[in-house]
C-alpha cells in the first residue's frame, strides 16, 4: 500500500463525491435520494480506506508515515507535503467516521439536500487534510477553509437564529485565523520554510519572537478550542446547527484546536510554552468550573451538551500543558473520545428532535417508559460523559488527572472537580428527559429506535466501551509521539534561556 | 475458578438486561439465580482453598492502561481478604436474588430489576479482586452506578430519582479524593499495583511531598485523599447524607447493596491498603476519629427515625462506623470480621424488614404498625434473631453469643486496649452507640410487633406472612446471624489470625494480643449498655408508651436535632446546592451574556456600526488620504519589527 497516496486519496475522495452530486439533474425527490446515497456511499468507501492507514500504521516509531510530498510553488519553497504520526492519525479516522454517520443521521433533511449532502462532502475532504497537511500553506488552507462549509450548514440548515449564530461562530474564529496567518508568516520569514517537520526539527526560534508567535496561535487555538471566556460562540452555534453540523462542530471541529497545540505550540514554541503554561492552566481550570455550573441551569438540551463540551476540553487544555506523558496522552484521548462522546450525544438529542421538534428540557420526561432502547443508548454516553470508569470518557479524564498531579496539584484539584460537576449536570439531564412519569400524551406516542438510528449509534457505542476497557491499542499508536514531543521540549527547554515576564515587556 | 466466579454475574446482568424480553420475567429470574448460586458455591471452594490451604494467587487478564510508565492490568487476585470478600459479597446476592423473587413478583419490570443485581454483583467482586487501585476505581464507580440505578428503580417517583442522584453525587465527591489519591500514588511510587506500591512503601515512610500549596508527610496525605473516597462509600459523618435517602431503592437492594456489601467498600479499602496506612499514623489517627464520630452521630439519629427502613440505614451508617475505628487502630482482622458478621445480620434485619413491609402492602412507617407478631410469626422470630445478633448479645462469661457479640465486642476491646487518646475516644462512644443501637433495635422491635396494632383494619387483617421463596433465604442469612461469629472467631482474630490472613491485611498481633487481656469491667461494660438499652426500650415502648411522647417532648430541641439528622441536608442545600445553582445562573447571564458577547462580539458589532459610520465620511475619495493610511500602517509594522528585533 506504500506506493500509493493514501492520505490523498483518503482526503480528496469526498470531493470527488461531491462533484459526483453536484452533477446530477432531474427531479427534486430524485435528485434529493440520489445525492444522499452518492453521499452515503462516498463516505463510507472514504472511511474504509482510512483503515488501511489505521492498519499500516507502525506504531513503535514518531516518525511521520504515509509522507507524500512534491513541490508546489516552488519560487517559495512551499510543497505539497502530506503525513500522519501518532496524534494526527486517530483524528483523521475520527472524520472519516463520523461523516458517514452523519450522513445517516441527516437522512430526513429535506431542505436542499443535493447542497446539504456537498457541504459534507467538502468539509470531510477539509477535515481530513487539516490532519494530514505537513505543510503550514496547505495547513491553513484546510483549517480556514473548515469553515466555509460549517458556516453554511448553521446558517442555511440551522435553527431560527441561525444568521446570528453562523456569523458570531464565523467572526470569532476568524479573528483568531487571523493572528495566526500573521504568525505564520513571521515563521516563514525567520525560519525560511513553511514545511512543518522542517521547522519543528530545526527549530530554534528566538524566545521573545517565540512569545508573540505563541499568543497568535494562542488567539486561534483557543477560540477553535473553545477556552474559556472566548467560548460563547459554540453555545449559540450548536444550538442553531442542524444535528449532523453539531456533530461534527463537536466530534472534531473542536479538536483542531487542540491539535494545532499540540502541532505547533509545543514543539515550535517551547520556551513560549513553558512561559504560558500557567495561564493556560488557569483559563482551563475556570472554564471547567464554570462552564460545569453554568451547564447546571441550562433549559435546551444541545445548550447544556454544548457547555459540557467547553468543561471536557478544559480537561484537554490542562493535560496538553502539563506536559507530562499522562497528561499529553489523556489529553489526546480525551479529545478522541469526546469526539466519540459528545457526537453521539448530539445524535441522542437529535433523535427527540426529529420527533417533537423541541430541545426543551421541561417538554421532556418518563421517556424510559415508551423509549427503553432510547434510554440504554442515553444511558451509555452519559455515563461515557461523565467519565465513567470501563468508559472511553474515563481513561483520557483520569490520564489528565494523574498528568496534573505531577505538575500542580491545585490544578489536579481543581480539574477533578470536574469530575464532580459534570455528572451533576449530565445526571439531572437525564433524570429530567428520561426518568419521571410519563404524562404528556405526545411523549406516550413517540416511537422508539428504528433500525437507522440504532445503525447510527452503534458503532459509537461499541468504541465508548470498547476504548474504555481496552485503549492500549490508542495508546500505543500514540505513546512514541507523545513520547518525543516531551523529549524535543525538554531538550529545548534545556539549551534555551526561558523567556521571563521582563522579556516580554521590554 | 476465579473468572468464572467474577464473571458469572456479569454473563447474568447481560442476559436479563438486553434479553429479558426473550427470556420473560420467570426465565430472568432463573437465569441470574442460578449464575449468582453457582458463583457463591464456587466462592465457598475458593475460601477454602485461600484462606485455610493458603494458595493465594493472581489471575493476569488483559492490559488496561498503558501511557510511558503508567502502566496496569485488568487482573483478579485472590488472596484470603478476597476470599472473604467473595463469600460475603456472593453468599448475601444470591440470597437477595432469590428473595427479590418473591418480593418484587408484582413488579412489571423484573428482567431490568434481576439484570441490575447482577451487574452490581459484578462490580463489587471487580472490586474486591483488583490487584490495583485503578481496577479498584473501576469496581468503585461501577458500584456506585448500579447502586444509583437501584435506588432509582422506581424512576417515576420524584424522590427515588432525587435519592439516587444524591447518592451518585456524594460518592463522586469521596471519589475525587480517591482519583488524586491514586494520582498522588503514582506520583510517589511510579506504579499503582499493589505489590509493588507494598514493597516500595517502607523506604518512602519519610518522604515528604508539596500538595496544596504546602509540604505535608507524604503517606498521610495520601492516605487521607484516599479515605476520601472510603468515606463517601461508606457513608461516614459528612459524606453520610445519602445513604437513608437510599432507601428509596427495592428493599432487597437495600439489603444488598446499602447494608451488607457496597457501602463496606471502604472498610475493605482501608483493610486492601492496610501496608499504607500503617506507616501514615496520623491519617489512622483521623480514620479512628471519623468512625467513633459516625457510630455516635448515626446511632443517635437512628433513635428517633419513624421509617423502618431509615432506622435500619442509620444503624448501618454507625456499624460501619465502628469498622473504621477497628481499623483505625490497626486491629484490620476485627474490622473484617465485623464486616464479615454484619453483612449476614443486617441483610437479614433489612430483608426481615422487607417482608414486614411486604405483610404491610408497602407501608414503611413504625407508627402505623404494631402487634404483628401474632400475624407473622416466623418473620418475628428472624427479626429477633438479626436484632439480638445486631445489638451483640452473648454471656461475657461464657463466651457464647450472637455474630454481633463476637466480632462488635472485639472491636470495642481493640479501641480500649490502643491506649491512645483517639482509641479512648473511640472506646467511650462505642459504648455508648452500643446503648443506643439496643435502645433503637427494640424500639423497631416493639413498635413493629408489639403492642396494640396501630394499622388500619384492613391492611392488618390481611397482613400475612411472605412467600417461601422470602422466607427461606432469611434462613441462611439467620444461621450466619447466629454462627458466623463462633465459627470464624479463632480465624479472623484469634490465634489462626496470622495464617489465616497470611499477609493479605497487615496483621499486627499486638493490638489483638492486648485486646484479649483488657480489664474484666471494660469487656463487660457494652453489655451492661446493651441490656440497658434493651430495657429502656422496652419501658418505653411496651410497659409504658406513654413514656416515649413525654420523653420527646421534655427534651424537645435534642429531639429535634435527632429527628432532623442534625440538619446536614439542610446546611449542605444552603452551602453547596443553592450557590452553585446561583452561581450557574449568574455566570450564564451576566458573565457568559452581559460581559463576555457584551463586550466582544455583540460589543464589536455595534461599535462597528458606529465606526463604520464615521469611517463612511473619511472615504473622500482623494488618492493620498488613502496612500497616507497606509504609510502609517508601514510605520507602524516597521517599528514593530525594529522594536521586536532588538
Not at chain 2, 252 to 268: D, E, Q, R
Request: charged share 10%; aromatic share 14%.
Amino acid at each position: 500500500m506504500s506506493s500509493w497516496p493514501l492520505l490523498s486519496l483518503v482526503t480528496f475522495l469526498p470531493l470527488v463525491g461531491a462533484v459526483f452530486i453536484l452533477a446530477i439533474r432531474g427531479e427534486q425527490a430524485v435528485v434529493s435520494r440520489n445525492a444522499r446515497y452518492v453521499a452515503l456511499w462516498t463516505s463510507l468507501i472514504t472511511f474504509a480506506l482510512s483503515l488501511f492507514i489505521w492498519f499500516g500504521f507502525k506504531p513503535g516509531t514518531a516518525d511521520f508515515q504515509f509522507v507524500e510530498k512534491a513541490d508546489w510553488i516552488k519560487s517559495f519553497g512551499i510543497s505539497y507535503h502530506m503525513g500522519v504520526d501518532g496524534i494526527s492519525m486517530p483524528f483523521v479516522l475520527l472524520s472519516t467516521l463520523l461523516t458517514p454517520l452523519c450522513v445517516l443521521a441527516s437522512w430526513k433533511m429535506e431542505k436542499r439536500v443535493k447542497e446539504y449532502m456537498i457541504a459534507f462532502l467538502v468539509l470531510e475532504t477539509l477535515m481530513v487534510g487539516t490532519f494530514c497537511a505537513l505543510d503550514f500553506v496547505a495547513f491553513y488552507m484546510f483549517f480556514e477553509g473548515v469553515l466555509i462549509p460549517m458556516f453554511l450548514i448553521i446558517g442555511v440548515w440551522g435553527g431560527p437564529r441561525r444568521v446570528y449564530s453562523a456569523f458570531k461562530f464565523f467572526l470569532f474564529t476568524l479573528a483568531g485565523s487571523v493572528l495566526m496567518l500573521l504568525a505564520i508568516l513571521a515563521i516563514y520569514f525567520a525560519g525560511g520554510t513553511t514545511d512543518i517537520p522542517t521547522l519543528i526539527s530545526q527549530g530554534h526560534l528566538d524566545p521573545q519572537l517565540q512569545i508573540w508567535l505563541w499568543l497568535a496561535f494562542f488567539a486561534s487555538f483557543a477560540v477553535k478550542i473553545p477556552m474559556w471566556p472566548v467560548h460563547t460562540w459554540l453555545p449559540d452555534a450548536h444550538v442553531e446547527a442542524p444535528t449532523a453540523g453539531s456533530v461534527i462542530l463537536a466530534g472534531v471541529l473542536l479538536k483542531m484546536g487542540g491539535y494545532g497545540f499540540l502541532r505547533f505550540s509545543l514543539p515550535m514554541l517551547p520556551e513560549a510554552t513553558h512561559f504560558f503554561a500557567p495561564l493556560v492552566f488557569t483559563l482551563s481550570v475556570v472554564a471547567i468550573i464554570y462552564t460545569s455550573l453554568v451547564a447546571l441551569v441550562q433549559k435546551d438540551m444541545k445548550k447544556l451538551i454544548a457547555y459540557s463540551s467547553v468543561a471536557h476540553m478544559g480537561f484537554v487544555t490542562v493535560g496538553i500543558f502539563t506536559i507530562t506523558q499522562q497528561g499529553l496522552a489523556g489529553a489526546v484521548f480525551q479529545m478522541l473520545s469526546h469526539g466519540i462522546v459528545s457526537a453521539a450525544l448530539f445524535l441522542v438529542v437529535g433523535v427527540v428532535y426529529d420527533r417533537l421538534h423541541t430541545r426543551e428540557i421541561e417538554r421532556y420526561g418518563g421517556l424510559a417508559n415508551s423509549m427503553p432502547r432510547y434510554s440504554l443508548v442515553f444511558m451509555v454516553f452519559m455515563l461515557a460523559s461523565v467519565g465513567l470508569p470501563g468508559t472511553s470518557g474515563f481513561v483520557g479524564e483520569f490520564l489528565v488527572i494523574v498528568g496534573a498531579f505531577q505538575v500542580n496539584t491545585w490544578v489536579a484539584l481543581l480539574t477533578a472537580s470536574g469530575m464532580v460537576l459534570g455528572a451533576t449536570y449530565m445526571l439531572w439531564l437525564y433524570r429530567k428527559t428520561i426518568f419521571g412519569a410519563l404524562t404528556k400524551p405526545d411523549l406516550k406516542a413517540m416511537a422508539d429506535l428504528e433500525l437507522r438510528e440504532k445503525l447510527v449509534f452503534a458503532p459509537l457505542i461499541a468504541l465508548a466501551i470498547f476504548f474504555g476497557v481496552y485503549p492500549k491499542p490508542l495508546l500505543d499508536i500514540m505513546g512514541p509521539s507523545v513520547d518525543h514531543l516531551i523529549q524535543n521540549y525538554q531538550l529545548a527547554l534545556e539549551a534555551g534561556h526561558l523567556p521571563s515576564l521582563a522579556m516580554l515587556l521590554h | 475458578m476465579d473468572v468464572l466466579i467474577v464473571f458469572l454475574p456479569l454473563v447474568g446482568a447481560i442476559l436479563a438486561g438486553l434479553f429479558g424480553k426473550l427470556l420473560g420475567d420467570r426465565g430472568s429470574q432463573v437465569v441470574t439465580c442460578s449464575l449468582l448460586i453457582a458463583a457463591a458455591v464456587l466462592s465457598v471452594f475458593v475460601f477454602f482453598d485461600v484462606g485455610l490451604h493458603g494458595h493465594a494467587r493472581t489471575t493476569q487478564l488483559f492490559t488496561w492502561f498503558d501511557s510511558g510508565t503508567f502502566e496496569l492490568n485488568w487482573a483478579l487476585r485472590v488472596d484470603t481478604l478476597t476470599a472473604v470478600m467473595f463469600c460475603v459479597v456472593t453468599i448475601v446476592s444470591a440470597v437477595v436474588h432469590v428473595y427479590s423473587v418473591g418480593y418484587m413478583a408484582e413488579d412489571r419490570s423484573i428482567p431490568r430489576f434481576q439484570s441490575y443485581l447482577s451487574l452490581f454483583t459484578f462490580f463489587m467482586l471487580m472490586l474486591v479482586s483488583s490487584d490495583n487501585l485503578v481496577q479498584m476505581f473501576f469496581g468503585w464507580e461501577g458500584v456506585g452506578l448500579a447502586s444509583y440505578l437501584l435506588i432509582g428503580f422506581w424512576y417515576e417517583k420524584p424522590s427515588a430519582c432525587a435519592a439516587a442522584i444524591k447518592a451518585f453525587l456524594v460518592n463522586r465527591v469521596g471519589d475525587v479524593g480517591f482519583a488524586l489519591g491514586i494520582a498522588g500514588i503514582f506520583l510517589l511510587f511510579g506504579a499503582v499495583d499493589y505489590d509493588t506500591i507494598f514493597q516500595a512503601v517502607p523506604g518512602q515512610a519519610d518522604t515528604v511531598l508539596h500538595v496544596f500549596g504546602r509540604d505535608w508527610h507524604a503517606l498521610t496525605v495520601l492516605c487521607l485523599l484516599l479515605f476520601l473516597g472510603a468515606m463517601g462509600k461508606s457513608a461516614q459523618l459528612g459524606l453520610h447524607t445519602w445513604l437513608p435517602d437510599a432507601m428509596e431503592g427495592p428493599t432487597p437492594v437495600s439489603a444488598l447493596i446499602h447494608a451488607a456489601t457496597m457501602v463496606t467498600a471502604g472498610v475493605f479499602m482501608v483493610c486492601r491498603l492496610s501496608p499504607i496506612f500503617e506507616y501514615a499514623p496520623d491519617a489512622l489517627t483521623v480514620v479512628t476519629i471519623v468512625g467513633a464520630s459516625t457510630a455516635f452521630f448515626a446511632a443517635t439519629v437512628g433513635l428517633t427515625q419513624n421509617d423502618i427502613k431509615r432506622v435500619i440505614a442509620y444503624s448501618t451508617c454507625s456499624q460501619l462506623g465502628y469498622m473504621f475505628f477497628a481499623a483505625g487502630v490497626s486491629a484490620y482482622g476485627a474490622a473484617m470480621f465485623h464486616l464479615m458478621t454484619h453483612a449476614f445480620f443486617k441483610a437479614l434485619l433489612f430483608l426481615g424488614a422487607g417482608a414486614v413491609i411486604h405483610a404491610m402492602h408497602h407501608e414503611q412507617d413504625m407508627r402505623k404498625m404494631g402487634g404483628l407478631w401474632r400475624k407473622i410469626p416466623v418473620t418475628y422470630t428472624l427479626m429477633w434473631i438479626g436484632s439480638l445478633a445486631l445489638c451483640g448479645f452473648g454471656i461475657p462469661g461464657l463466651d457464647i453469643g450472637f455474630a454481633g457479640f463476637y466480632s462488635k465486642d472485639m472491636i470495642i476491646e481493640a479501641a480500649f486496649a490502643a491506649h491512645s487518646g483517639v482509641g479512648d475516644y473511640a472506646y467511650w462512644l462505642g459504648v455508648i452507640a452500643a446503648f443506643m443501637t439496643a435502645f433503637y433495635s427494640f424500639r423497631l422491635l416493639f413498635m413493629t410487633f408489639h403492642g396494640k396494632t396501630r394499622a388500619d383494619h384492613h391492611t392488618f387483617d390481611h397482613a400475612h406472612e411472605a412467600p417461601k421463596v422470602m422466607i427461606w433465604p432469611l434462613f441462611v442469612l439467620a444461621t450466619g446471624a447466629v454462627l458466623a461469629g463462633a465459627v470464624f472467631y479463632g480465624l479472623f482474630v484469634g490465634e489462626g489470625q496470622l495464617a489465616f490472613w497470611n499477609g493479605a491485611v497487615f496483621s499486627r498481633s499486638d493490638v489483638l494480643e492486648a485486646a484479649h487481656h483488657i480489664p474484666e469491667w471494660a469487656k463487660v461494660l457494652p453489655m451492661v449498655m446493651t441490656l440497658a438499652g434493651i430495657g429502656l426500650a422496652w419501658l418505653m415502648y411496651v410497659r409504658s408508651p406513654e413514656l416515649a411522647p413525654k420523653a420527646a417532648a421534655a427534651f424537645r430541641p435534642l429531639y429535634l436535632f435527632s429527628f432532623r439528622k442534625w440538619y446536614f441536608d439542610e446546611l449542605y442545600d444552603r452551602i453547596f446546592v443553592q450557590p452553585a445553582l446561583y452561581l450557574g445562573r449568574g455566570f450564564w447571564t451576566t458573565g457568559d451574556g452581559a460581559v463576555i458577547d457584551g463586550l466582544g462580539p455583540d460589543g464589536v458589532a455595534a461599535a462597528t456600526r458606529d465606526i463604520a459610520q464615521r469611517a463612511s465620511r473619511l472615504q473622500s475619495g482623494y488618492l493620498y488620504h488613502y496612500a497616507f493610511a497606509m504609510l502609517i500602517g508601514v510605520v507602524v509594522l516597521v517599528t514593530w519589527y525594529i522594536f521586536s528585533a532588538l
